[in-house]
């Protein structure tokens, strides 16, 4: 089948850096600047020259206007050797690259810009907006080769910088849990050339990783298995493999009871120190942690729910459209650090180097209404994963929500797929289908008998 590629970013943190290798630091990313603010200059006066080339011509062209050589005597910026004096290859490679991405990307937004403009005038529209500015210092990183430029082994990493006006080799190392990181994403994909990055007052190496994965399946609609999941506050997920009839395959409880403890714990740490401690009392430590566990819990439970969804061999994964959500007191505080949307979006990127689609849902109902048709359930307060139904059955509430959740997908792909008198003529004989917000999985079993 078709390969499909899918970036990813690994970023590995330069540590135990002190003053003097700060400094190095901020003077080569300085440097690579200089360079790619100057060849930006040369790529704006052979515009016409530079858009039409490709990424390798690209190259040759700029160290043809600015590099002297023995074919190349006589280049139309000679003063760029005597102020770049003993400039690699590779480095002026990278800021060739970068100074020609500048280029395009704002005759890009520019043309843009103009159609957009001209679409306005032409409905008689006030444009307000200016046109697209352009920056000869871009926000740019110098880019590292392998062997060249940078090399890695085991904790201990080799970048050639900017010292003594002069480019030397210097060690820095990187902890053991980036690096782990970084050698699982290589067994998975392809590692590409990184760059030397400073964010977040630190620096670091950012490698982007090339995923590789096999084209979606086309399954026919009543073949096809999906993964209903419940994202809770109680529950991280629960998931359930739902067929077109109506059938569960399988039912499955997120294992992350211990990392959501940790994380209440600190908002409860928090909630209270905010309240007792005096003034100037700073609580960004305990901001910190909670920002590393959230996003550790995040990445776990993403990808718990994507390897369970390979294990059920299910079609895509079916989640709800959490959008806005209101609390009061304690609740208030854990609905803010949930971090839903950023769970699904890990989701979305993991099952894609799956082969496995992801489809959002309406939310509305999914928990309110029983998977048995029986009607609206009644929450336990004391435990409000429980729940019990018109009949009086006890049941677990995120369960038989991910149950709705699932069949929600296969009502709506039926509903979109057949003609309106056709679906029209199953409300007739289903009456469950005329409302949306109450389909459950009752209704999707009654539908496929019908």
């Known amino acids: 089948m078709k390969q499909i590629g899918n970036a990813g970013i690994i970023r590995v943190e330069l540590n135990h850096i002190n003053k003097g290798t700060s400094r190095i630091l901020k003077d080569t990313i300085a440097v690579f600047r200089d360079v790619v603010s100057y060849l930006t200059h040369a790529a704006c006066d052979h515009l016409e020259e530079v858009l039409p080339l490709s990424s390798f011509d690209e190259t040759t062209f700029m160290d043809g206007l600015v590099h002297r050589t023995k074919n190349n005597p006589s280049p139309a910026y000679p003063e760029f050797d005597v102020l770049f004096r003993r400039l690699p290859s590779y480095i002026r490679r990278a800021a060739n690259h970068a100074a020609c991405g500048q280029v395009r990307s704002h005759e890009s937004n520019c043309d843009h810009y103009y159609a957009w403009r001209d679409d306005l005038v032409k409905r008689r529209h006030h444009v307000r907006k200016m046109e697209p500015g352009f920056s000869y210092t871009p926000n740019v990183f110098p880019t590292v080769y392998r062997d060249q430029s940078y090399s890695l082994e085991d904790n201990t990493i080799s970048i050639k910088v900017w010292k003594n006006n002069s480019w030397q080799w210097i ?81 499955h409880f997120s294992p992350f009871k211990e990392e959501m403890a940790r994380i209440d714990h600190i908002i409860g740490l928090i909630r209270k120190k905010s309240h007792t401690s005096g003034k100037g009392q700073s609580l960004s430590s305990l901001y910190t942690k909670l920002q590393g566990l959230k996003e550790d819990y995040c990445r776990r439970l993403a990808r718990w729910i994507v390897d369970t969804a390979v294990s059920e061999r299910v079609y895509g994964i079916v989640l709800e459209h959490l959008d806005k959500m209101k ?112 389909w459950t999985l009752d209704t999707l079993k009654q539908a496929a008998s019908a």
């Open 327 to 438: 609390g009061h007191g304690r609740l208030s505080a854990r609905i803010h650090n949930w971090c839903r949307a950023k769970i699904r979006d890990y989701i979305s990127g993991m099952a894609f180097r799956e082969g496995i689609r992801v489809f959002i849902i309406n939310p509305k109902g999914t928990s309110m209404y029983a998977f048995d048709g029986s009607g609206l359930i009644v929450r336990d307060k004391k435990n409000f994963s429980k729940c019990t139904f018109v009949s009086g059955k006890q049941y677990n509430c995120d369960l038989s929500a991910s149950y709705n959740i699932g069949a929600r997908y296969f009502l709506r792909t039926i509903k979109k797929s057949i003609p309106a008198t056709e679906w029209s003529q199953a409300v007739a004989k289903v009456p469950g289908l005329a409302k949306r917000t109450t």
């Open 171 to 251: 060690k820095v190392s990187a902890p053991a849990r980036d690096l782990k990181r970084l050698a699982a994403a290589a067994a998975h994909g392809k590692v590409m050339n990184p760059k030397l990055v400073y964010a977040y007052r630190k620096y670091y190496l950012e490698f982007p990783v090339q995923y590789k994965t096999s084209g979606f399946s086309k399954t026919p609609l009543y073949e096809q298995r999906v993964l209903g999941t419940d994202l809770g506050l109680n529950n991280g997920a629960v998931c359930s493999s739902v067929d077109a009839y109506g059938s569960i395959h399988g039912r």
